[in-house]
């Protein structure tokens, strides 16, 4: 039996009842109290069932259209791009997961894929690059939409994957969707699976790919139909050096 | 490849490699609870198909994060649904407009039961409804509140006029119960 004050933050752990700024003390906390991580192992069994009280409702055949229009595209592009890509990375036209939704010390995986973002500007910044303290490379992107002065692209190079963060970014053409793709030198830009759209703040989340780019020297995105494309239509409207 | 006769996890291992067709058929197994759990939140039909969509965009594009030892791919898509869900509803703070009665939504969109797999599915609700219906009034209501309404224990607290701490007992008691009456159901979710 537990004697751990935090015992009762267990259940509203598992319900995601957490705030967001709880949430992310407790998973703290889980790290160092066994007892809490049994707590939550045990509760979340519970909380894994509540699912099945919902109504049995059938969804419209329309949404399985749409939902398999978007991944045979994207399976297509896989395909094309070969053996270099391991797998769609593509985000879905929204925003980021909350932080607090990463899981990482739940007993359930990681729930979703990282959520659109974007780009564009007037093409002012571009080539800064950091250096964090766990060797991830920002590079802030060139976004070259007139309209937009004020919106922010930058690329996140790590290890662990390759990223695309973009701030301030208009939606993309009415039937169109924002794509990212690879420049190497003396090539045409490679297509990649990671078609995104930003949400209402004009933000998106966009992984690339897992782990570094290779022989890639700059990462581009155009707006493109819904799907993606083969080999780019319009003109880049983030450029960003990967290099 | 007849994927219908694939297990769930040997699936996820295609749909990592980008295969469509096992991702369909992994659509076509999950989506009538993805959906019920969406529309059971949201309350809204055109919500409901957004969060589905992501949901399982997402679950195309990350298959490779998913992990078969953490639990069954059904726990997973259902995780991200209610997740997709959550952050929907405090996006568009729609609580208001969620509660639709079950009565009413079987009524307006009553599901084919086209299998024994949906004809068990539907044993299984009315196992974890009947189970919910035995809690404490009090603890059944803050764990629909967190669960199905998307609210944090504090605007649980501020709705029932309820201390915060008491608000969090009370979620803790009724899940421990809940997992005592349906240790089984639970196991088997696993």
Same mark, same amino acid.
């Given at each position: 039996?537990?004697?751990?004050?935090?015992?009762?933050?267990?259940?509203?752990?598992?319900?995601?009842?957490?705030?967001?700024?709880?949430?992310?003390?407790?998973? @703290?906390?889980? &790290?160092?109290? *066994?007892?809490?991580?049994?707590?939550?192992?045990? #509760?979340?069994? $519970?909380? =894994? %069932?509540?699912?099945?009280?919902?109504?049995?409702?059938?969804?419209?055949?329309?949404?399985?259209?749409?939902?398999?229009?978007?991944?045979?595209?994207?399976?297509?592009?896989?395909?094309?791009?070969?053996?270099?890509?391991?797998?769609?990375?593509?985000?879905?036209?929204?925003?980021?997961?909350?932080?607090?939704?990463?899981?990482?010390?739940?007993?359930?995986?990681?729930?979703?894929?990282? @959520?659109?973002? &974007?780009?564009? *500007?007037?093409?002012?910044?571009?080539?800064?690059? #950091?250096?964090? $303290?766990? =060797? %991830?490379?920002?590079?802030?992107?060139?976004?070259?939409?007139?309209?937009?002065?004020?919106?922010?692209?930058?690329?996140?190079?790590?290890?662990?994957?390759?990223?695309?963060?973009?701030?301030?970014?208009?939606?993309?053409?009415?039937?169109?969707?924002?794509?990212?793709?690879?420049?190497?030198?003396?090539?045409?830009?490679?297509?990649?699976?990671?078609?995104?759209?930003?949400?209402?703040?004009?933000?998106?989340?966009?992984?690339?790919?897992?782990?570094?780019?290779?022989?890639?020297?700059?990462?581009?995105?155009?707006?493109?139909?819904?799907?993606?494309?083969?080999?780019?239509?319009?003109?880049?409207?983030?450029?960003?050096?990967?290099? | 490849?007849?994927?219908?006769?694939?297990?769930?996890?040997?699936?996820?291992?295609?749909?990592?490699?980008?295969?469509?067709?096992?991702?369909?058929?992994?659509?076509?197994?999950?989506?009538?609870?993805?959906?019920?759990?969406?529309?059971?939140?949201?309350?809204?039909?055109?919500?409901?198909?957004?969060?589905?969509?992501?949901?399982?965009?997402?679950?195309?594009?990350?298959?490779?994060?998913?992990?078969?030892?953490?639990?069954?791919?059904?726990?997973?898509?259902?995780?991200?649904?209610?997740?997709?869900?959550?952050?929907?509803?405090?996006?568009?703070?729609?609580?208001?407009?969620?509660?639709?009665?079950?009565?009413?939504?079987?009524?307006?969109?009553?599901?084919?039961?086209?299998?024994?797999?949906?004809?068990?599915?539907?044993?299984?609700?009315?196992?974890?409804?009947?189970?919910?219906?035995?809690?404490?009034?009090?603890?059944?209501?803050?764990?629909?509140?967190?669960?199905?309404?998307?609210?944090?224990?504090?605007?649980?607290?501020?709705?029932?006029?309820?201390?915060?701490?008491?608000?969090?007992?009370?979620?803790?008691?009724?899940?421990?119960?809940?997992?005592?009456?349906?240790?089984?159901?639970?196991?088997?979710?696993?």
């Amino acid at each position: 039996m537990t004697a751990c004050a935090r015992r009762d933050d267990a259940g509203s752990y598992v319900l995601h009842a957490l705030p967001d700024d709880e949430h992310e003390r407790f998973e @703290a906390h889980l &790290a160092t109290c *066994a007892d809490c991580r049994r707590e939550v192992a045990d #509760l979340q069994v $519970a909380a =894994d %069932t509540l699912p099945l009280a919902a109504v049995q409702v059938g969804p419209p055949p329309e949404l399985r259209d749409r939902i398999m229009s978007i991944v045979r595209s994207e399976a297509q592009l896989l395909a094309a791009a070969g053996e270099g890509a391991d797998g769609p990375t593509g985000a879905p036209a929204a925003r980021a997961p909350r932080a607090r939704r990463r899981w990482s010390l739940s007993l359930r995986p990681l729930p979703a894929a990282m @959520a659109a973002s &974007a780009l564009v *500007a007037a093409g002012v910044i571009g080539g800064i690059v #950091l250096t964090g $303290a766990d =060797d %991830t490379k920002t590079v802030t992107g060139t976004v070259q939409i007139a309209s937009a002065p004020a919106a922010r692209a930058s690329l996140q190079l790590s290890d662990d994957a390759t990223k695309l963060q973009v701030r301030r970014m208009p939606p993309p053409p009415a039937g169109k969707v924002y794509q990212v793709w690879l420049k190497r030198p003396n090539q045409d830009p490679a297509p990649t699976t990671a078609l995104f759209r930003t949400d209402r703040s004009g933000s998106a989340d966009v992984e690339i790919q897992r782990g570094r780019l290779k022989g890639v020297d700059q990462v581009l995105v155009t707006a493109e139909p819904d799907g993606g494309s083969m080999k780019p239509t319009s003109a880049p409207v983030i450029v960003a050096s990967a290099a | 490849m007849a994927f219908a006769q694939l297990a769930d996890e040997d699936l996820m291992q295609l749909v990592r490699r980008g295969d469509a067709a096992a991702f369909e058929a992994v659509y076509d197994r999950h989506a009538t609870a993805a959906f019920s759990l969406a529309y059971r939140m949201t309350g809204t039909r055109n919500t409901a198909e957004d969060v589905v969509q992501e949901a399982f965009l997402s679950l195309w594009r990350s298959g490779a994060r998913y992990d078969r030892t953490r639990g069954s791919v059904r726990t997973w898509v259902l995780g991200i649904v209610h997740n997709r869900a959550i952050d929907a509803l405090r996006r568009s703070m729609v609580h208001d407009r969620r509660r639709a009665s079950d009565e009413g939504i079987e009524e307006r969109f009553e599901a084919r039961e086209r299998t024994d797999v949906e004809a068990a599915r539907r044993d299984e609700a009315r196992d974890v409804r009947q189970a919910l219906g035995t809690l404490p009034a009090e603890q059944c209501k803050v764990i629909e509140l967190a669960y199905f309404g998307g609210f944090t224990h504090s605007e649980i607290a501020s709705m029932l006029d309820t201390p915060i701490g008491t608000v969090k007992g009370r979620m803790r008691l009724g899940l421990e119960k809940l997992r005592g009456q349906l240790g089984g159901l639970a196991e088997a979710m696993t």
